[in-house]
């Protein structure tokens, strides 16, 4: 039985840009289908193994023919699979679609159109440029610019369309401008008609030329401004000195690479994007149950003590998270614990318990386990039974001090950390290319398990790849773990919070624009 094919539109670069449907289509798809112009954070979104085929063309070679491209849809859905062909912007502008559902057409295989926001509209946006605006252009032309000169002849009618609309965008015509900005003059369009080049529109590279027709190639050719570009012509790019609010936010520019664990890695990444910046996830941690017997055996006993301790501590929002999963399996109730005061190490760790209706004894002014033992110290005493709920690569400082200050501890692995276990080809191109800007890294787990993880790709040696990449760390130990691995830290949160971390990157961005400046 065939499967199904949807020809979905990416957005115009930013992931997020995505429709929802097209997103859908995405998580449930067996085999996806892409090009270039896809947001490369988009193929996070899939389903473990799901098959992801490149078939973009580059500005030096085509790696597939489109007759091939669509041939590929028809054998990939014949074998009953659910297809996604994902393509930049909206697949029906420039996008080659008809010929592709054409073909899945006539083999019979049922297909959907998902559309997207196309990059005619969506770039210039990004730039600050309205593509019609009520004072200076109520119409619009979506115009292709990558053919030839006499191709583009025979498929414009420059007299008609120079002065047709107030708005002209040519999609994909940078090495063509010249000739098109010719033919716009000479078929009356002013010389000074403004002009903006917007390149890799609402992603980290997104970059801005503006001119008018008259100088526009001749800055093309003394920026070296290189394509995929979208070309605005008109009034409206006026606007964009008013409006140009992206490059505004403190980490426009910046693709930051956010190496936290999925499930932990969402404020992160969201914080990053609200500050304009682009974060690409890879989760170089995940966390597991434990397995061995003698573990196991420890929580269990662990557990069946709980109406003895005094104090219970936890380090880390995965200790909440897998104390609480644990409870419940065991069947035990948290009112065993009536005894204790609960204290947290760090801010996000006490939150992690507020959402569960437990307030901390008291923070300590330092987000380590030394902070804690600062601020309880006097509050401890010898004979107190305290429980550590941890991972199993928690430093060993917390219960070592208690037990010097003749406290009984028990510590019961709730949690193990392993390594990522999916590799992504993708990261290791933008490293190579100078496509990622900053690496965060949270825990000293995430500095191993990111130079292993790369070394398992095939990368020889994984800190001379991230030379020239911004390290930035999110305290003292993480950074001594990351020098000690042959890299050099240039940021370093002054407290151990992600909001600390966060305003230590924005800090660096604008250092970095006002030296180029």
């Known amino acids: 039985m065939a499967g199904r094919v949807f020809l979905v539109g990416a957005g115009p670069g930013h992931a997020k840009l995505i429709t929802v449907k097209g997103l859908e289509c995405l998580q449930k798809a067996d085999v996806v289908v892409y090009d270039r112009l896809a947001g490369p954070q988009l193929l996070h979104s899939l389903k473990p193994g799901t098959e992801k085929i490149y078939v973009g063309k580059l500005p030096d070679r085509h790696t597939m023919k489109q007759e091939e491209i669509n041939q590929l849809l028809v054998d990939l859905a014949l074998q009953g699979k659910t297809v996604v062909r994902l393509k930049g912007g909206d697949p029906t502008i420039f996008g080659r679609v008809g010929e592709e559902a054409e073909l899945l057409r006539r083999n019979g295989i049922p297909y959907e159109i998902v559309p997207g926001i196309t990059a005619a509209i969506g770039v210039p946006a990004y730039a600050g440029i309205p593509v019609t605006h009520r004072d200076l ?15 583009l002849d025979r498929m414009i009618e420059w007299d008609k369309v ?7 965008v040519f999609m994909m015509g940078v090495a063509k401008i010249g000739y098109i900005a010719e033919q716009l003059m000479r078929h009356g369009r002013k010389p000074d008609t403004p002009v903006a080049l917007i390149r890799w ?8 030329l503006a001119g008018t027709l008259a100088d526009i190639a001749e800055k093309v050719k003394q920026a070296n401004f290189q394509p995929p570009a979208v070309i605005v012509v008109g009034d409206v790019v006026r606007q964009r000195e008013q409006l140009k609010w992206a490059e505004s936010l403190p980490l426009f520019g910046k693709r930051i690479l956010v190496t936290r664990s999925r499930a932990q890695a969402s404020d992160l990444v969201n914080r990053i994007e609200e500050l304009g910046g682009e974060p690409y996830e890879f989760p170089v941690i995940e966390t597991v149950y434990p397995e061995a017997p003698e573990l196991k055996q ?8 709980l109406s003895e301790y005094d104090w219970v501590f936890f380090t880390s929002t995965n200790g909440v998270d897998y104390f609480f999963r644990h409870l419940k399996e065991q069947g035990k109730d948290i009112r065993q614990l009536h005894r204790a005061r609960i204290a947290a190490v760090g801010p996000a760790t006490a939150e992690a318990l507020g959402q569960r209706g437990i307030i901390p004894v008291e923070l300590p002014d330092r987000f380590q386990q030394e902070g804690l033992i600062e601020s309880l110290g006097s509050q401890l005493l ?3 039974k305290v429980f550590l709920p941890r991972g199993d690569l928690a430093r060993n400082w917390l219960p070592d001090k208690l037990a010097e200050m003749g406290l009984e ?32 890294f949270t825990s000293s787990s995430t500095v191993n398990n990111l130079l292993s993880i790369l070394q398992r790709m095939g990368v020889q040696d994984p800190a001379a790849l991230l030379q020239g990449v911004e390290v930035a760390c999110i305290g003292e130990i993480t950074a001594k773990t990351a020098r000690d691995a042959g890299l050099e830290v240039g940021i370093i949160a002054e407290e151990a919070t992600l909001d600390s971390l966060v305003r230590s990157l924005c800090l660096w961005n604008a250092e970095a624009a006002a030296a180029s400046e």
């Open 409 to 440: 501890v028990t510590s019961a692995v709730m949690y193990q950390t392993i390594a990522g276990r999916e590799d992504d080809p993708e990261l290791i191109r933008l490293l190579e290319e100078g496509g990622i800007h900053a690496v965060t």
């Open 382 to 384: 010898a004979g107190q």
């Open 162 to 168: 120079t002065n047709a609309t107030g708005t002209l």
């Open 298 to 305: 420890g929580l269990k006993d662990a557990f069946d003590r």
């Open 137 to 151: 252009a109520s119409s619009l032309s979506i115009i292709t610019g990558h053919e030839s000169p006499d191709k």
């Open 201 to 208: 529109g609402t992603r980290a590279e997104q970059a801005v």
